[in-house]
């Protein structure tokens, strides 16, 4: 391991931060444009941004000058460290701005700082990793600059925060395709051009392109610009940060409802095959294995939920009441939120509609709500928790495990099946024409293994921490498949405000797994790594 690579390759993530950063900087000194120029450094979440532009511009620059030497060193291990390291670091500086925040409401002093800092630790790196899980209470109290912070998260984690790199130093020299690798979700990292900065340029190039087109839409339907742009951001990056306490709900416009279903499909699919399909070849699309799936799976769960709902509406009032909640509603409360919810599912249009955003919005992992899903009939509950491991598409910015590696493991399932009864059979796993090499059938079923196994510490872990077992796997299953919401405690209306910290620095550590997809963390634990 050459650490000095890993030190230049980091400087210039935090130089490409404190560029960004300038942005919602700018959007705090506009909100409070008002006020004298000392007046406003002495807001907290300025002095945070303005803190941490510079000092990210100063170290970041420094880091580079001083291990300049190290841009040429390549090696695999230097790639992978990178991604790890780099995310971390990144999400460290980038929540300073919340934590000054949050201390300036509980106050200075160590009782206050560890509580402010977990949070905002956790809210950036649910950002960051697309997840939306959320400790925010009342977003809508939040100063804009930091509900951008919190979008731009989102956007910039969704196509990768190391991507963005190569894009902007595209002779940044340290093992850019192995970076590529570690960050891009699925098992698949094909290349479009020769020159690893064009395939990059082109999939962030189709990246803006689908945010703006949705951010101009969404105002046509009726928000105001900085909404917009901030749901944008987190749809394609399918992450869920929402400017609104309520989410989608709250704009209660059947425009906004299918123009976010449609665009978070849309963030499910491969960027490759959307750059294929923008520049006319629709068929490699609608021939690819995986994207057919994708669809089937949206198809037959949209209808399923949409039966369900339609026949039997949400569950019963006394059953549903039980479900665990960490501040319980009052029966006044619970009964007006009832009756709200029971009418999402009056007709079949309205069924239709809740359960294509949902289905949607969950397969997706973006995570957004327009109902509380937690009501409804058990047997749609698991249907919603089962999908959160599909995923989206590999090469998308969805979650989970991916839908071609689910279609591997039914694959390799099948054929396991097969041999029992023909000893002899020679099958190789195939997805389309193109046949699977045992490396890749193998690194696709560890992966499951993984991903399964994780699921299973984290849930329980989450038990020492939360007194209701379907809260405690909600929350594993939430955030290593980076949804955010969950089921229970942490359901479509509940937040994870409410958890100790110890359980929140587990989650921390389940969505960065979830989103970096195992390896890549796991490979920086290794000793053997970082011997030279």
């Not at 006394?318 to 007006?336: L, N």
């Amino acid at each position: 391991m050459h650490k000095s690579a890993v030190g230049y390759a980091t400087g210039k993530l935090m130089q490409v931060l404190g560029g960004v950063l300038l942005v919602p900087l700018g959007i705090a000194f506009y909100d409070y444009r008002d006020r004298a120029a000392i007046d406003i450094l002495s807001v907290p979440e300025v002095f945070g941004f303005v803190l941490v532009v510079v000092l990210s511009l100063l170290l970041g620059t420094a880091m580079v000058i001083l291990f300049r030497g190290a841009r040429e060193l390549q090696g695999v291990k230097e790639g992978y460290a990178i991604v790890a390291i780099g995310w971390v670091w990144l999400t460290f500086w980038s929540c300073l701005p919340l934590c000054f925040y949050f201390l300036a409401q509980r106050g200075v002093g160590l009782e206050g700082f560890l509580p402010s800092f977990t949070d905002a630790f956790f809210e950036i790196m649910s950002g960051f990793t697309t997840t939306g899980a959320t400790v925010l209470t009342d977003v809508e109290s939040v100063p804009r600059s930091l509900l951008f912070l919190r979008a731009l998260s989102h956007w910039l984690g969704g196509m990768g925060i190391i991507t963005l790199a190569i894009v902007i130093f595209p002779s940044m020299g340290v093992t850019g395709y192995q970076m590529f690798r570690g960050e891009v979700p699925g098992p698949t990292t094909n290349k479009l051009r020769p020159r690893l900065a064009q395939t990059v340029s082109i999939l962030w190039g189709v990246y803006v392109f689908f945010t703006a087109a949705e951010g101009i839409l969404l105002m046509i339907g009726g928000m105001n610009l900085f909404d917009a742009v901030c749901h944008a951001f987190a749809t394609m990056a399918t992450g869920g940060f929402s400017t609104r306490n309520a989410s989608i709900a709250a704009y209660n416009s059947d425009f906004i409802h299918w123009v976010v279903v449609l665009f978070m499909y849309l963030a499910g699919v491969n960027f490759l095959l959307h750059f294929r399909a923008l520049r006319g070849d629709l068929q490699t699309m609608f021939r690819n294995r995986e994207f057919v799936f994708y669809n089937g799976v949206i198809l037959a769960a949209v209808l399923l939920v949409t039966g369900v709902l339609f026949i039997n509406g949400p569950a019963p009032r006394g059953m549903v009441a039980e479900h665990y909640r960490p501040d319980p509603m009052t029966t006044e409360a619970f009964d007006a939120h009832y009756s709200e919810q029971a009418a999402n599912t009056e007709g079949l249009y309205a069924s239709f509609r809740t359960a294509s955003f949902q289905v949607v919005s969950i397969v997706t992992t973006t995570g957004f709500t327009t109902a509380d899903f937690d009501l409804w009939p058990d047997v749609v509950r698991f249907l919603l928790v089962f999908l959160m491991f599909f995923g989206g598409c590999a090469g998308s910015t969805g979650g989970g495990i991916k839908m071609i590696r689910i279609m591997v493991v039914f694959k390799v399932i099948w054929n396991v099946l097969r041999k029992m009864t023909q000893p002899r059979l020679v099958a190789p796993i195939k997805i389309g024409n193109q046949v699977m090499d045992d490396d890749r059938v193998l690194n696709v079923v560890a992966f499951f293994i993984l991903f399964v196994g994780l699921f299973i510490l984290v849930a329980f872990l989450m038990t020492l921490f939360v007194p209701d077992l379907t809260t405690a796997a909600a929350c594993s299953i939430a955030t290593i498949g980076n949804i955010g919401p969950g089921l229970a405690g942490v359901g479509a209306v509940e937040n994870y405000s409410w958890l100790p910290l110890p359980a929140k620095w587990i989650l921390v550590l389940s969505m960065l797994l979830g989103r970096l997809e195992i390896f890549t963390v796991l490979i920086v634990f290794r000793p053997s790594v970082w011997r030279k």
